[in-house]
């Protein structure tokens, strides 16, 4: 695989202008600022769209004001995601009346949803691409360059941006996100995703082992894999390169578990976390492998969504509250009491009735997340949902029944962290605490933030740190 990030190095203004005269400023690179929303797998993104990018000799900027291109990577995920970004669309539209060269773009899962639409309904939006025409962008700000308005929202059955390595944006230098999947096959009722980014498909395992081993050579010490529903990644080789794979002992199909072995395998002080699990899909021998590896984090994002079988049918979750207790009591035993666990949490979806609510609550009591993500239930055009149910709970019921949760799992965050006070854990250190450069910070295997006093200790080390107080969102301790 390329380095871009070496490459970076080299690009010099002047000959980034003899590479591409057509796309770069005759004084020096062009500026690209990219603002990120929504989830994870959005930053990751953003960090293709910079590396395909840099090579046209765009330079990144964190500075919106010195920018000549700016990016959003967008959100649809809930209408809150989208009115934000049309709310930092106006914003932008102050900084264009100054400078009416910025060359301003649509990204993500919001351009995908809305299309050549956003400019009509958006007149300051120059350029709009989903998230599978990333490799069109040069293209696409060449024609706009020509004073035309540019849209490229194709989706692909196959696009993986396999052989692109990321530039990392905003990193710290310890953890990263690498992209093993895209797309998602789930038809989950509520959620827009499907519509938004396309067919699953499975990144080639070995770019993936690549991608890591260079991230660990450059001083990186974890990843997280990331894909929409990490338990149905599946790999074989295409047919048409079957046989050069076949050559370099690369023949064999690849499912979630084995990926996971791979990359445990390439240091053992290399982290690895994934997200997100389903908990239709999540295998004990995926639950084996983690038990194997010392540096396979024990933590899993497993989203309930609720906790009533009844609700679960409605959102086509494909599984029961049982058959979620029985996957919870399966990680219990396999990776013991100390296994993180969060979820995500929707209340007041179409029809839920107030038992159904206390049918959550009581899942969440029996289960104790160690944190959860938890949301209204906001109705997304052209889902299952919005054509079969209507959204019928009262706003405010939604509110209360949200804070009747939040509060659930405040108490459960509390009580969880709380067990945690005595022990002694392997942090791996990102960095400064938030609140005071006195105080280091990291998170354990659990993936629960560890606070405690700097000592001679730095950045992208472990440390075993004794737990000695906590509130509901952190650990704080001293090293031992
Ligand atoms: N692939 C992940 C979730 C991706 S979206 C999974 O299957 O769990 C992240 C979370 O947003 C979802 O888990 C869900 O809790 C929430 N969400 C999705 N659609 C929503 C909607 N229409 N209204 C409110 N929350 C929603
Ligand atoms: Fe959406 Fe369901 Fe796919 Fe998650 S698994 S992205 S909730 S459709
Ligand atoms: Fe949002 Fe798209 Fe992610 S809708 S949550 S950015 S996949």
New binding site residues.
Partial sequence: MKDLIGDLDFIEPSTANEQQPALTKKDGSRKLYIESYG?QMNFSDSEIVASILSKEGFETTQRIEEADIVFLNTCS??EKAEQTVRNRLQHINGLKRQKPELLVGVLGCMAERLKSRFLEEERIVDLVAGPDAYRDLPALIGQVDEGQKAVNTFLSREETYADISPVRLNSNGVTAFVSIMRG?D?M?S????PFTRGRERSRSPYTIVEEARQLFQQGYREVTLLG??VDSYKWSPQENNKARLEKAGHSETVNFAELLEMVARVHPDLRVRFS?S?PKDITEQVLETMARYENICKYIHL?A?SGSTTVLDRMNRGYSREWYLYKVEAIRRILGEECGLSS???TGFCGETEEEHFDTLSLMDKVEFDFS?M??????PG?P?EKKFRDDVDPEVKKRRLEEIIRRQSIHSLGRNQRDVGKTFRVLIEGESKRSADFLQGRNSANKVVVFPRGNNGKGEYVNVLIEDCTGATLIGKTV
């Fill in positions: 989830c995920i809930r998602c789930n989950c509520f959620c827009v995703v929409q529903n997100t389903h989203p969504q995500d949490i929707i993500y949301f209204m239930y906001s109705e997304r889902t949902a």
